[in-house]
């Protein structure tokens, strides 16, 4: 509510996946702490939001467009001038190279910029008159409500503006809650909140999500769920909410994107794509590679220079330049990939890079799996860190019957050189996942085309006009032509 308020209660630490040694040995680093706000505060953050939806004429949802613009370019002028704490928190939270940590804040600026540039035109477009059967409209784009938006940790910063951006520019109020591992990196924007929005419209609730999100959800008055993250917290917290018919979602889940490699491939650049693809932050992106299915023709090769290549990634510390793989933010992760890893050695693959699979504390180097089949947990379950799952196939009809029968359904990228049939894959494929990438890694940018999914991997579509429209509703006011000049 445009307060900053004391708290007497309890802290969480919060620890790096950098590790340092101490006398009890090697440690995650110590880099802050926040509240543990109860769910008393987080209901006084939703009055807040509520009170400053609907306080009438003037309230941030009756503001001309003109005037939430001037408020959220108020706000990204604040943002650039504290770009070098939040891209040092992110490579202390979540363990970013400073590379992505910097492309993480810069691509959050400019997706700001090109929401207030898509608002205009919007509003350009909605603004005209349309006469039909002697009734005289003017269709427009009005806020829904409250939204809650909950970004991930491999874009806390990122992806959870994707969401807020949007649902502040079009006029609703909103709660920010922050992921369990990048909630640091919201405190030095506290600032920029408070002195560019009015108060109630932007709050940003600490705390466990288990104690500050149920009774969010429960009281019934938010209206768009935004939520980036696993499906399981997704559904729990719409069930959470008294009329779940009521709310407007915008998900971005789980995904298991594969990659097809023909025999007719150019190798050379399928193996630096799929290494994009599968290892970039360590794998830990919704949309990453992470299963590989190659022709039996070209297998040993493509795996024999997908091995090399990663063994030849550079491992260590976020700010060391040219690094890619660097320790993982979540405390279970390297017992999670190790024991899913062994499940496949036990079932006859093997780890193919010399590397692949040493733990050192909290590091994970990237493991090549060859050759998995379907009885390996490898196989179906989203590992979303450093291990690339490689599945030989003589018949297309086996990728195919994956990506059908998958629960998942957000892209897929095909490798090959014959035009006509990446062609004649594309038609198919198309209508089981929302992009089909020819030659080139799965992805989520560039930011202006839809991002989206299928079956279990989203709700909503998320681009930069998209995302306007996900946190908006068509409303009109209209007249009988006759009565033009006093509507
Ligand atoms: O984690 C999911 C993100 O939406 C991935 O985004 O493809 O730009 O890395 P990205």
Partial sequence: DGEMRQWDGPFQEVRSPVCVRTESGWERQLVGRFPLLTPQESLTALDAAVRAYDCGRGSWPTLPVAGRIACVQEFARRMKGVRDEVVRLLMWEIGKTLKDAEKEFDRTIDYITDTIDALKELDRVSSRFTIAQGIIGQVRRAPLGVALCMGPYNYPLNETFTTLIPALIMGNTTILKPPRHGVLLFQPLLDAF???????????????????????????????????????????????????????????????????????????????????????????????????????????????????????????MPWVPGVMVTPLPEPGKTAYLTDIVADAVERGAAVVNVGGGRVRESYFSPAVVFPVDERMRLYREEQFGPVVPVVPFDDLETPVRYIVESDYGQQVSLFGQDAEQLARLIDPLVNQVCRVNLNSQCQRGPDIFPFTARKDSAVGTLSVSDALRSFSIRTMVAAKEGDMNKA
């Fill in 194 to 316: 408070r002195e560019a929005f009015p108060p109630g419209v932007v709050n940003t609730v600490y705390g466990a999500g288990r104690t500050v999100t149920p009774p969010l959800m429960a009281d019934g008055r938010v209206d768009v769920l935004a939520f980036i993250g696993t499906s399981t917290a997704a559904d729990a917290l719409q069930k959470a909410h008294p009329k779940p018919h009521r709310l407007r979602l915008v998900l971005g889940l789980e995904a298991k994107n594969p990659a097809i490699v023909l025999p007719d491939a150019d190798l050379d650049l399928a193996v630096a794509e799929c290494i994009a693809g599968s290892l970039s932050f360590n794998g830990q992106r919704c949309t990453a590679l992470k299963i590989l299915f190659v022709h039996t023709a070209i297998a040993a090769e493509f795996v024999k220079r997908l091995a090399a290549a990663v063994d030849g990634l550079a491992g260590g």
